[in-house]
T-cell receptor, first 111, second 115 residues
Framework: TQLLEQSPQFLSIQEGENLTVYCNSSSVFSSLQWYRQEPGEGPVLLVT?????EVKKLKRLTFQFGDARKDSSLHITAAQPGDTGLYLCAGGTDSWGKLQFGAGTQVVVTP | ETGVTQSPTHLIKTRGQQVTLRCSSQSGHNTVSWYQQALGQGPQFIFQ???????GRGNFPPRFSGLQFPNYSSELNVNALELDDSALYLC??????????????FGSGTRLTVV
């Protein structure tokens, strides 16, 4: 059972467009991480957010953690084909670092 | 600095058999976690090892067991394989200092197919 719901499940856009991926839960998380996974590879950490309301920017990617620490969003500006991949959010609930993952959003950016 | 390496990359086993998967953690990392990722799903937490002891476990039966060695490398053992055990098994390592947990580095995984 996935405690973290990601939406949409699939997103196909043209190069240069913007996109937003959402990660929602009824649970409170002490931290939330976003990963990108490509076929045949493990997830690669993009960012960790820990404070409610926190916003982090990583070049064209903007990550936001909800005020109540139950939800998060990932916004990509001017998407490029290299942004193609499975985007996973993962919530941490204890200091030992066990992560609860969402099912992921498959993003395809075509030239 | 090397990342997390897992072996083998692919494996085919018969139902009822036993399997051992191996993981070398990233240099400087002291904590290893194992995840199972079924097709089309996000990774599911199996268990975590810190200083050679299991210190957290997900909803997996006892036939899933593990070890962590003094060099922080780790093994995942699965007994009495079932068809539903077919999945990508991911190892992730991190540096944990007291209550602080840094981001995880994942390996590329072992694709296990049970027939």
């Amino acid at each position: 059972t996935q405690l973290l719901e990601q939406s949409p499940q699939f997103l196909s856009i043209q190069e240069g467009e913007n996109l937003t991926v959402y990660c929602n839960s009824s649970s409170v998380f002490s931290s939330l991480q976003w990963y990108r996974q490509e076929p045949g590879e493990g997830p690669v950490l993009l960012v960790t957010v820990v404070t409610g309301g926190e916003v982090k920017k990583l070049k064209r990617l903007t990550f936001q953690f909800g005020d109540a620490r139950k939800d998060s969003s990932l916004h990509i500006t001017a998407a490029q084909p290299g942004d193609t991949g499975l985007y996973l959010c993962a919530g941490g609930t204890d200091s030992w670092g066990k992560l609860q993952f969402g099912a992921g959003t498959q993003v395809v950016v075509t030239p | 600095e090397t990342g997390v390496t897992q072996s083998p990359t692919h494996l085919i086993k018969t139902r009822g058999q036993q399997v051992t998967l191996r993981c070398s953690s990233q240099s400087g990392h002291n904590t290893v976690s194992w995840y199972q990722q079924a097709l089309g799903q996000g990774p599911q937490f199996i268990f975590q090892y810190y200083r050679e002891e299991e210190n957290g476990r997900g909803n997996f039966p006892p036939r899933f067991s593990g070890l962590q060695f003094p060099n922080y490398s780790s093994e995942l053992n699965v007994n009495a394989l079932e068809l539903d055990d077919s999945a990508l098994y991911l190892c992730a390592s991190t540096l944990k200092l007291t209550q602080v947990s840094y981001g995880y580095t994942f390996g590329s995984g072992t694709r296990l197919t049970v027939v």
